[in-house]
């Protein structure tokens, strides 16, 4: 049965090939896992090392739990299971079958929009003269009106 193994506060140049380094010369048959951002491909300070046994674990715990690698000393302990949640599993706590929507409740969610307007005294409806273009767009927005008043006279 293989353990996994949570490396904590690594730094953000490090490449999983130096993880790998330091790692392979307590066991061979070793795993690496190093987490990046997305966006900028470097390390998030955390990695995974999944090895055999128990005994291996304990091990490298001992030796490297604090070894300081690049600057900065590592926190090694076992990682806790993933949780892996099945539907069949899952039970709600409450039926929501027997819970009566709340009045004016729009089906899937509270209806805001009505409310906030009333609290803040204005319409529910807005009158569209009224409503005001985004200023970033106001310049294509009028191009277009015009573009479209246009068509609809030639046909």
Request: with cysteine.
């Amino acid at each position: 049965m293989s353990v996994r193994l949570y490396i904590g506060n690594l730094s953000e140049d490090l490449t999983r090939q130096e993880l790998e380094a330091v790692f392979t010369e307590v066991a061979d048959s070793i795993s690496t896992k190093l987490i990046t951002d997305r966006k900028t491909n470097k390390c998030r300070g955390f990695g995974f090392v999944t090895v055999k046994t128990d005994e291996e674990a304990d091990a490298f715990i001992e030796k490297f739990n604090g070894h300081v690698l690049n600057d900065n000393p590592i926190k090694i302990e076992k990682a806790l299971p993933r949780a892996k949640e099945k539907e069949d599993d899952l039970e709600p706590a409450v039926s929501t079958a027997s819970v009566p929507a709340p009045s004016g409740a729009r089906k899937g969610g509270v209806n805001k929009g009505s409310n906030a307007k009333a609290r803040k005294g204005g319409t529910s409806s807005p009158d569209l003269e009224s409503v005001q273009p985004d200023p970033r767009w106001a310049q294509d927005l009028e191009k277009l009106k015009q573009l479209l008043a246009a068509q609809t006279t030639n046909s």
